[in-house]
């Protein structure tokens, strides 16, 4: 390819809504546009890049058994109705009209349109097992689209759906999907962990994350640092820490004390001069119709999912400043579980503090020597999220945080879609039986911009080499003869051995092509020029050795067997980089 035919439009600066790092590079290195909030093109270089992901992870489904179709995007609304999603879904389904005034959606996710398939194509024990995936465009309406390609409101996914007899079987599905899911990442070069995830919309009973580690990300992990136990901050758990202070019956009676002005906790326990850790953190927070009151330690942080999940509701959100008023007859920062009226839930480590400090429901008071099971009770349940140094469920060692993008998600749903839709086949003994599925997502299109921003520096992408748009870039500096003549034998040579070639012929200064060369991120760049020819050939830097600038001078008659070499090497899969 030619660069001065190639549509490759660099920006010298970045549009000032790009808030990640692959947004920013991937606008600025010419491979996508933005057409709407959350809507992106692919330009030629993105594309490029696209359909090798794609390639990589049909190569391992393809390899793991799993059979590829295509469903269709626009979808009646009956399916998702028949599961109860419809309503479920709320504001994220993209919903529409047609001309007769029928209901239809975007497909976001196709469990529905996938079981139905199944239960009128699988009829019997003798057509299982089934792996069925697709690679196509999802439609979420997102509250927050983010990052540019990162979430996105049109996204391209790659989900599977399997189909088995039973669970043992099912479970052996979804072992089978979570290896390929390992190579595909592997092969990508990314430095990622498979952790515990929360089922969400989708549900299930087992499902994990495949979560690619870079500060940017916008989930957060707690992994061990001895063995293999990680998890979505979400589920992550780690074991009740014990009891200290005194027993209740020696307990001080309860006392209140005046602190005006001091709501936040940090202030009250400079005022009060006691441990953040004696503190126990009120929030009210609103489930359905009712006002719940959420009490953790000072220290530590409620988190909602689990919150909502100790109460078996969909989702929890935190009461307005009216709302708090009217639940505790006080302002913010002075709710407290004493005398609460509606719901408590107590995390563990709250209910553990044998000599709390809480705020008194009424304005400017606090009380002291307060404790669960004494002066309150409530549900006491794991509602925080784990920080670190807390102790790994597994092992006892400690517990590290992370931030990460989730580029993969598979749930081992057993009969929750088939059982709602009746999808059924006849067993060996001619017995109806539900089928027990699967369903693992890979997120294509957020694939590109979690590429970028583990592969990446301060003068722009590094692309590993299974994914480069190109796996060489060769420059070709001047227009002698001599130099244009070398520059398109080496240029066939490469192409001959099956490798993608982009040649910078344009007629630009060399510090304009290397800056341009640097920030497409092209793993391998050759430049030939009057200066390399009179030094005996072609020019080779890598792009990921820039900082130790290192150049080396091929003879024009071996580079091409040498590029060939080196883009093998660096396909080879390695060993395993899952993240220890
Ligand atoms: P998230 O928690 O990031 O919103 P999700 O858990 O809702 O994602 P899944 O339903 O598990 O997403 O979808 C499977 C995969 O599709 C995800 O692992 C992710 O890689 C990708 N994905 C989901 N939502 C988006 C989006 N809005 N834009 C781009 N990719 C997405
Ligand atoms: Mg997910």
Redesign the pocket.
């Known amino acids: 390819m030619r660069y001065a035919r190639a549509l490759i439009p660099t920006l010298k600066e970045a549009p000032s809504d790009a808030t990640s790092v692959s947004h920013v590079l991937l606008l600025r290195a010419g491979y996508a546009r933005r057409v709407g909030a959350?809507i992106y093109a692919y330009l030629p270089l993105g594309l490029k890049v696209l359909r090798k992901i794609e390639r990589i992870v049909r190569d391992e489904l393809d390899k793991a058994g799993a059979l590829e179709l295509l469903l269709p995007a626009l979808l009646p609304a009956e399916f998702f109705q028949e599961t109860g999603r419809w309503d479920a879904y709320g504001d994220v389904l993209l919903r529409l009209k047609d001309r007769k005034g029928g209901d239809y959606h975007l497909g976001?996710?196709h469990e529905e349109i996938i079981t139905d398939l199944a239960r009128r194509e699988i009829k019997s024990y003798r057509d299982l097992p089934k792996n069925l995936y697709q690679v196509q465009t999802?439609f979420?309406d997102?509250p927050r689209?983010r990052g540019g390609?990162?979430?996105?409101?049109e996204?391209?996914?790659k989900?599977a759906y399997s189909f088995d007899a039973n669970e043992e079987r099912a479970a052996e599905s979804y072992a089978a999907m979570r290896a390929a899911y390992q190579r595909v990442f592997e092969r990508m070069g990314f430095h990622y962990r498979v952790v515990n995830?929360d089922g969400?919309?989708?549900g299930g009973s087992r499902s994990e994350?495949?979560q690619v580690l870079v500060q940017s990300g916008?989930?957060q992990l707690a992994a061990c640092l001895q063995c293999p136990y990680a998890a979505n901050l979400e589920v992550a758990t780690s074991p009740p820490y014990p009891r200290r202070g005194p027993a209740l019956s020696e307990l001080l009676p309860r006392e209140k004390l005046h602190t005006p002005g001091h709501g936040a906790i940090s202030d009250v326990a400079a005022f009060t001069q006691l441990p953040v850790t004696q503190f126990l953190k009120s929030l009210v927070y609103v489930a359905g119709k009712d006002s719940v009151l959420a009490v953790v330690r000072g220290d530590h942080e409620v988190n909602e999912i689990k919150l909502a999940r100790a109460l078996g509701v969909d989702e929890v959100r935190l009461a307005t400043s009216d709302e708090v008023r009217r639940a505790t007859g006080a302002a913010v920062g002075f709710a407290g579980p004493v005398g609460f009226a509606g719901k408590v839930v107590v995390d563990r480590d709250a209910a553990s503090v044998s000599d709390g400090v809480t705020g008194a429901n009424e304005t400017d008071y606090h009380l002291l020597h307060v404790a669960y099971g004494r002066d309150f009770d409530g549900l006491a349940a794991d509602i925080r999220s784990v920080v670190d140094g807390d102790l790994c469920p597994e092992c006892g060692a400690s517990l590290k945080l992370y931030r990460g993008?989730?580029?993969?998600?598979i749930?081992l749903l057993g009969t929750k879609y088939s059982a709602a839709m009746n999808a059924v086949y006849l067993d060996e003994k001619g017995v109806q039986q539900p089928l027990v599925m699967g369903c693992y997502?890979?997120?294509i299109?957020?694939?590109l911009g979690a590429l970028v921003e583990q592969h990446h520096d301060q003068d722009g992408i590094a692309w590993p080499m299974s994914v480069a748009p190109f796996q060489v870039y060769l420059a070709q500096l001047g227009s002698e003869p001599a130099v244009a003549l070398a520059t398109a034998r080496l240029e066939t040579e490469l192409e001959r051995l099956g490798l993608e070639v982009l040649v910078d012929d344009r007629e630009e200064r060399p510090g304009v092509k290397f800056k341009d060369a640097d920030l497409l991120g092209v793993p391998l760049r050759l430049t030939i020029g009057k200066k390399s020819l009179e030094n005996g050939g072609v020019e080779l830097k890598l792009r990921r050795n820039k900082d130790q600038k290192q150049t080396e001078i091929v003879a024009l008659d071996a580079a091409a067997a040498k590029i060939f070499e080196l883009v093998q090497q660096a396909l080879r899969v390695p060993a395993a980089s899952e993240a220890a």
């Open positions: 959350g976001p996710t999802k979420r997102e689209p390609l990162l979430r996105g409101r996204f391209i996914m989900d995830a969400g919309s989708i994350e495949f916008e989930d993008i989730e580029v993969g998600h749930f997502g890979i997120g299109s957020r694939l």
